[in-house]
């Protein structure tokens, strides 16, 4: 089944969205409020208007809670595609920054303080453009 949104209408699809949050480049206790999506996967939390609105660090916080999920950033005019071999192709004028916290050793979301920074040790950002992909199984980015 084809199931697909735009801006908060791709945010709800996973079971955890981004209901909403601070932006900035920063990772901050208490910076970002999750809410229940749609529930259709667990694998993935999205924002949106990404680097245009400067979330990445709402996106981070929001890993910080659920690090079993791998962040996606979709930028404007720019689509995420995720095929039945759960891999995510790239189209559009933007990019997609793929967050994942798989590898996270260390973060002090429990012990930070709402308003205070989170150090958060381990996490592995990619930029994606038109032609590249990433693999939600096996966690590896790719280009064509």
């Given amino acids: ?37 749609l529930g259709l996967t667990h694998r993935f939390i999205i924002d949106q208007h990404f680097r245009q609105r400067d979330r990445l660090g709402r996106l981070i916080t929001a890993l910080a809670y659920n690090p079993f999920a791998v962040g996606i950033g979709l930028d404007e005019d720019t689509a995420a595609f995720i095929g039945p071999d759960e891999t995510l192709e790239v189209e559009g004028s933007g990019g997609v920054t793929v967050v994942d916290a798989a590898k996270v050793t260390f973060s002090s979301v429990d012990s930070a303080a709402e308003g205070q920074p989170i150090c958060i040790l381990g996490l592995v950002v990619h930029l994606l453009t038109t032609g590249a992909t990433f693999n939600l199984h096996t966690r590896s980015a790719s280009t064509s």
């Fill in 1 to 37: 089944m084809t199931v697909g949104g735009t801006s908060a209408g791709a945010s709800i699809l996973s079971e955890h969205m981004i209901a909403f949050g601070d932006d900035g480049s920063s990772a901050i206790a208490g910076s970002v409020r999750l809410a229940p999506g």
